[in-house]
């Protein structure tokens, strides 16, 4: 699913969809649920989009591609109007119904549904042999959350044979979490979480037996886990699929922005360089970075990068980078550039008195995320210090206490943000 306009992940996604977003310096978001599905084996994917989906178009028919043998397929299923309907797509259900008929042409009696923005790497061959298993209708990927996060998730309730009883969305009534905890017998089952009161949130992954979803799609029911999951509950055999692992909505600036900076940590909760379940992503041929001279600690430097005798800590540092003498990026997220500037084109933009892509000279960068193709001149400053927690500059935003440099953003020589 891929067709969310991402309102809290603006600006981020000003002109882009929530999985478009650049993840990790070389990554985008959409890779984590197609590399979680290859990884597992599944590799018939249907990619659902809508919003702002031009960029991410792009990046799916660069990245993956199968052999022509094979029944292997990654289909960008866009919204469209039809004969049938004129209406886009209302919710994550309604999606679903307006594509069946294409999925139709596909044998399966299993339909497996992902976000496109979640961070986390699942085995989905263990979530669907469970549901097989215990003879269930839908399974429910869920999580536990403490007490302080359950009122923003959708939070089950199970019995001893983890079947779903009981749903409510986003609870925010203390004595409706008390009755929503898990209790002794579940929680005992899980790998060392029995400190405090836990709950089983909705991840937003699904397993349907394709019968199931064609009744389920019969109606006008719009969304699975607003409306779809809470009516099977009483008429289904609806289980949960508890997972333990790491796993992280990218739904804020501030979660986005927490989740990559934890990358560049020595032990992080995410891990790219696990080899038996690999990320995959567009694959660009880039030389490797060149670091002149500098101080670089806790940092993840991508590929084709230029760094001059600058400071980094703590930081990702996106594709194509140039960092120049004297900068300092500090707690912050560079995504990098789509390209490299030519001579003749650094000479119009200089002649235009507008600064190269990259970061100049003694500019300083703290807790902020500069986007693709930002152009940050010579002695600039940046720092959510002394601001706002949000705000909206004339060409910057704040977001959670943290400054974002939008897509193509210009901040000029000597600047103060």
């Known amino acids: 699913m891929g067709g969310g306009a991402g309102t809290r992940l603006f600006p981020l996604t000003k002109d882009r969809s929530k999985p478009a ?22 590799k018939r994917i249907f990619l659902l989009t809508q919003f702002n989906s031009s960029s991410l178009h792009r990046h799916v028919q660069r990245s993956y591609h ?37 999925f139709g042409n596909v044998p399966h009696k299993y339909v497996l549904i992902l976000s496109g923005d979640q961070l986390y790497r699942m085995n989905f061959r263990h979530l669907i042999e469970q549901h097989i298993k215990s003879e269930a209708d839908v399974t429910v990927a869920t999580i536990p959350v403490s007490r302080s996060d359950a009122s923003s998730f959708g939070i089950m309730q199970i019995d001893g044979e983890q079947r779903i009883k009981r749903f409510v969305e986003k609870p925010q009534d203390s004595e409706v979490l008390d009755s929503l905890k898990i209790d002794s017998e579940n929680l005992a089952k899980l790998d060392g979480q029995n400190t405090g009161d836990l ?104 590929d084709g990068c230029v760094i001059v005798d600058a400071r980094i800590e703590h930081s990702v540092i996106g594709i ?45 960068i703290e807790r902020a995320i500069i986007d693709k193709n930002a152009r940050i001149g010579e002695n600039v400053r940046i720092s959510p210090e002394g601001k706002p927690e949000n705000y909206d500059g004339p060409n910057f935003y704040i977001r959670d206490g943290i400054v974002v440099v939008p897509k193509n953003g210009v901040i000029h020589n000597g600047t103060i943000l």
């Open 66 to 102: 199968f052999d022509e043998y094979s029944h292997a397929f990654v289909e960008i299923m866009a919204a469209q109007q039809t004969p049938g309907s004129n209406a886009w797509y209302q919710g994550t259900a309604d999606a679903v119904r307006q594509n069946l008929r294409h």
């Open 320 to 364: 194509r980078s140039r960092i120049e003498a004297g900068a300092v990026v500090k707690d912050s997220i560079l995504m990098g550039h789509d390209d490299y500037e030519t001579p003749g084109e650094l000479k119009v933009m200089q002649e235009r008195g507008v600064p190269p892509l990259g970061v100049g000279k003694n500019s300083y």
């Open 199 to 302: 709950y089983l949130a909705s991840m937003g992954i699904y397993v349907f037996n394709r019968d199931v979803l064609d009744n389920a799609l019969a109606g006008k029911h719009v969304d699975f886990g607003k409306h779809i999951i809470p009516t099977l509950i009483d008429t289904g055999r609806i289980f949960s699929y508890v997972y333990q692992g790491y796993w992280e909505d990218i739904g804020t600036i501030k979660a986005f922005f927490d989740a990559n900076l934890d990358l560049s940590n020595e032990v992080p909760k995410f891990n790219f360089f696990e080899t038996q379940a690999p990320i995959y992503t567009h694959a660009r041929y880039l030389p490797a970075s060149k670091i002149v001279r500098g101080f670089i600690e806790r940092a993840i430097i991508s």
């Open 21 to 42: 977003v650049p993840l990790a310096g070389k990554y985008r978001l959409v890779d984590i649920p197609i590399s979680n599905c290859l990884n597992s084996g599944l």
